[in-house]
């Protein structure tokens, strides 16, 4: 009998897992013990992993459908099987924790999702007992009407399987600044932490620095205390200096100067900064960020549009923020969203040589703002991902907006890299002709949103010319037939294969049914009458 090194065992294992295939890797555990430790490696490596997240649209669109022609009690049979194999999972984690299972999965994992877990316990408190059978049971934290002391029991949970992850290399949880504190000491493989308050880091940062060694990523969503500039500026000073390479924040806070030059202190390192910002004194500081020239990412946000005005604030502070963006050579996603001074810093930086983006998004005040920068955007030719939402100006005149309009045409008609098109600007001004220009520009499109109260049939034959194309919402097409749709529909060819087409048009209610079995037999795609682009795509 002929056996295969461990080494290629191994590859074959870990590409089954880049795949997502996990059927394959189960049989490769079931198959003999050769191959089971190295399977079973690769497949608690994450656990609970969402397979439709990886498989992308065609999964989404599967999931659609069912639950479209699916009824309320097999859509719940469905959900309970689910929640039962998740229950199951999760059992089995915790058991080879304690030491009761044949193998201890524990120890292969490296992505660890403790608030997956809080979900499971609290959306179906029906299920708690059961899965607090047996060893489970002193786990068991419940209060009267069946309600789980989530934190509690998380908690105690954590402790167990913490001690099991020698190989831990992600932490998404809500413990207290005690709780992680012992939990630091355990994972000394640990690279990132997600926690909902960003609280629970305070104190903690010379223990990262001392048993971490190799920890890069941090993530929260609140601070959830009283002096956030303070805590965050603590906790990132006592960090190896320039060793974080991403930090995420994802509601509001006051950021002041204190946080903005601790973050300065991994200037090197930091390649991926999301923020979003509170109050009036937060926008001149951007300039501290001037140190942090390695981004690759970089998404801001104010809390009001009104608020954060650099030029306005003076021009000083303007031409140093604007300095900083132009030395961030590797940047390539760029994000803002209801920052006043946005289009202007965007204007200066986007006809830079050395500034090769990929996704750009802005959110935010539209004409007269940003003129100059629909013109730069021409510059940006290595881009891949474009969303645009811009509010219309109190006191725009049509015709100024019309002539926004073709300049902002001209200026994706160069695009020509473009797979990802979310147009929500100056709708009231898009013509049939704009859509034509930009259908016969942009040939590599695969997800196109756009809507224009101008818009006609004429719109929807452009769009059909698009090869690559796999999903499109068309809002503003009101007086668009069922035969129209229909006709687009046969125009598609294998390149659209499993295409998601949206269109707001009230006179297609009564037809849907008829245009989605059609698409589904062309290409099979789905047709829906509302916004469902927006909820499932592929962000760059």
Not at 207 to 230: A, E, P, V
Not at 290 to 315: H, M, R, Y
Not at 500 to 514: A, G, R
Request: proline share 3%.
């Amino acid at each position: 009998m002929v056996y295969l090194p461990h080494e290629i065992l191994s590859m074959i294992c870990t590409q089954l897992w880049y795949q997502r295939d996990f059927n394959t890797l189960f049989d490769c555990a079931c198959s003999g013990k050769q191959l089971a430790t190295i399977a079973l490696t690769n497949l608690y490596r994450i656990p609970g992993v969402d397979v439709n997240t990886i498989n992308g649209f065609d999964a989404y669109l599967k999931d659609i459908r069912t639950d479209r022609a699916t009824d309320r009690a097999t859509k719940l049979a469905h959900e309970e099987r689910i929640s039962k194999k998740r229950a199951g999972l999760w059992r089995t984690i915790i058991l080879s924790s304690l030491g009761k299972t044949s193998y201890p999965y524990s120890q292969y994992i490296q992505t660890l999702d403790l608030e997956d877990l809080k979900r499971m316990l609290t959306d179906s408190h029906s299920g708690i007992r059961d899965f607090f059978q047996g060893e489970l049971a002193q786990f068991n934290e419940l209060h009267a009407y069946v309600r789980l002391n989530d934190v509690d029991t998380i908690t105690r949970i954590g402790e167990v399987i913490t001690k099991q992850t020698p190989l831990l290399k992600e932490l998404s949880a809500d413990v207290c600044s005690e709780t992680l504190s012992r939990w630091i000491l355990r994972l000394p493989r640990l690279i990132y932490l997600k926690t909902p308050y960003g609280v629970n880091i305070e104190d903690n940062g010379n223990l990262m620095r001392l048993h971490c060694h190799s920890f890069k990523g941090l993530s929260f969503y609140r601070w959830g205390g009283s002096n956030f500039d303070h805590g965050v500026a603590a906790f990132l000073n006592e960090l190896r200096p320039q060793s974080l390479e991403s930090f995420k924040m994802y509601e509001y806070q006051s950021f002041r100067p204190q946080s903005f030059q601790a973050l300065s202190c991994h200037g090197e390192s930091l390649t991926e900064l999301k923020f979003k910002m509170l109050t009036t004194r937060t926008g001149p500081k951007l300039s501290l960020l001037k140190d942090c020239t390695n981004l690759v990412s970089l998404s801001v946000a104010a809390n009001e549009p009104t608020t954060i005005d650099l030029e306005g604030s003076g021009k000083g502070e303007f031409l140093e923020t604007v300095a900083w963006l132009k030395r961030c050579k590797k940047l390539r996603t760029l994000g803002f969203t209801r920052f006043f001074s946005a289009p202007a810093l965007m204007a200066a930086i986007l006809s830079e040589n050395n500034i090769c983006l990929t996704s750009l998004s802005y959110e935010g005040e539209g004409l007269p703002h940003t003129k100059d920068f629909h013109k730069a955007l021409a510059s940006q030719t290595s881009l891949k991902y474009l969303f645009l939402r811009e509010e219309k100006f109190e006191g725009e005149y049509d015709q100024a907006g019309q002539d926004e309009a073709d300049i902002l045409v001209e200026s994706m008609s160069k695009l020509t890299n473009l797979t990802d098109l979310r147009l929500r600007s100056l709708s009231s001004h898009l013509t049939d002709q704009h859509i034509m220009r930009l259908a016969n520009s942009l040939p590599k499109l695969e997800v196109w949103s756009t809507n224009g109260t101008r818009l006609t049939n004429a719109s929807l034959n452009a769009v059909a010319s698009l090869r690559s194309l796999r999903a499109v919402e068309l809002g503003g097409l009101a007086n668009c037939s069922a035969d129209e749709v229909l006709d687009f529909i046969e125009k598609l060819g294998p390149g659209n294969k499993s295409m998601l087409l949206s269109m707001e048009s009230d006179s297609l209610y009564d037809k849907m049914e008829l245009i989605d079995e059609k698409i589904k037999e062309k290409v099979g795609g789905m047709f829906d009458c509302a916004h469902v682009i927006s909820m499932c795509l592929i962000d760059s």
